[in-house]
């Protein structure tokens, strides 16, 4: 089983729409949470990190499920520049210095 | 201009041929690592480094080497590249090991061994 995953998507939405991601881990275990953003095989850079009680950055909330083990991120009023694809990262916990990435949603926000 | 660079950005070798990819960091970052990212995989750690002289496995470590004698640098290292390690390839620091601090990326290496 992977440690994290994603729906590859493509999510297709409008502008203007609000559309949210999940992912889901499998070590309960895991300590923190991160969102990142990927444009067309460039570097990952980071979009928010996710706290215990859920926490938000403009159009962007990100909220963490323990009892279900998955962290979401919700995006309102979407934008052009909004398309990408977001990688979800976890730190298993067991080990402070390792990370593991999800497969990346990918976001198409149409005009 | 804080930034992580590699080099080369593109490389085509051949099976066999050693080569040693280069990831700098002028931010006096402690914490480095090393990812390949493959279609459908994600990103997954190579190696990482706490500091200088101090490395530490990754999830997919095998047929790789890295070295961090001085701060800044953390270069990866094909001792004999096969197809199968033909990958994108990102290095990432951090300002102190740990599990709470954003990764910042440098842009990519893309690897191809015939």
């Known amino acids: 089983r992977k440690e994290v995953e994603q729906d590859p998507g493509p999510f297709n939405v409008p502008e203007g729409a609000t559309v949210a991601f999940n992912c889901t881990y499998s070590n309960s275990a895991s300590q923190s949470f991160f969102w990142y953003r990927q444009d067309c095989r460039k570097e990952p850079k980071l979009l928010m990190s996710v706290y215990s009680s859920g926490n938000e950055d403009g159009r962007f909330t990100a909220q963490l499920n323990r009892a279900s083990q998955y962290i979401s991120l919700l995006i309102r009023d979407s934008k052009l520049s909004d398309s990408a694809t977001y990688l979800c990262?976890?730190?298993?916990?067991?080990?402070?210095?390792?990370?593991?990435f999800g497969s990346g949603t990918k976001l198409n926000v149409k005009p | 201009e804080a930034q992580v660079t590699q080099n080369p950005r593109y490389l085509i070798t051949v099976t066999g041929k050693k080569l040693t990819v280069t990831c700098s960091q002028n931010m006096n970052h402690e914490y480095m690592s090393w990812y390949r990212q493959d279609p459908g995989l994600g990103l997954r750690q190579i190696y990482y480094?706490?500091?200088?002289?101090?490395?530490d496995k990754g999830d997919v470590p095998e047929g790789y080497k890295v070295s961090r004698k001085e701060k800044r640098n953390f270069p990866l290292i094909l001792e004999s590249p096969s197809p199968n390690q033909t990958s994108l390839y990102f290095c990432?620091?951090?300002?102190?090991?740990?599990?709470?601090?954003?990764?910042?990326f440098g842009p990519g290496t893309r690897l191809t061994v015939t």
């Open positions: 990432a620091s951090s300002p102190r090991p740990g599990s709470s601090y954003e990764q910042y």
């Open positions: 990262v976890v730190n298993p916990g067991y080990n402070f210095n390792k990370f593991y």
């Open positions: 480094s706490m500091n200088v002289e101090v490395t």
